[in-house]
């Protein structure tokens, strides 16, 4: 199954931390989305004062999943991601603009997509 790729808001303070490499994690609800490793995380910086897009975005990949009990309450998920950097950011980014905004599967141009 391809990876898909999912549009999040993110507040500035979490923004600036994965674009700095201090964050290598995500922590989110399952309520209305299904993640799965290997998917996509379209990191959008969401300015909650403004309540708009700074316009600012990072693509990153799960490459680790924790969800459910015994660990976490339902619905709950914690990811480790990894960012891209160099051409391989830049096909990403051509990847998730030719197949919309939302989760939708795609196949990135990248060496490690492959199982």
Known sequence: MPAKA????????????????????EVRSTADRRFKLRDY?????????????????LVVRVVYMLEGEPFLPPGLAVMGI????????????????????YAEP?????KDDEP
Do not use: I, N
């Open 82 to 101: 990894e960012r891209f950097t160099g051409q391989e950011e830049r096909d990403v980014l051509g990847a998730l603009a030719a197949f919309g905004e």
């Open 6 to 25: 999912h549009l999040l808001k993110t507040e500035p303070e979490h923004f600036a931390a994965v674009r700095d490499g201090r964050k290598t994690f």
């Open 41 to 57: 995380l379209d990191l959008r910086e969401w300015d909650p004062a403004a309540g708009q897009l700074t316009g600012e975005r």
């Open 106 to 110: 795609f196949r990135p141009s990248c």
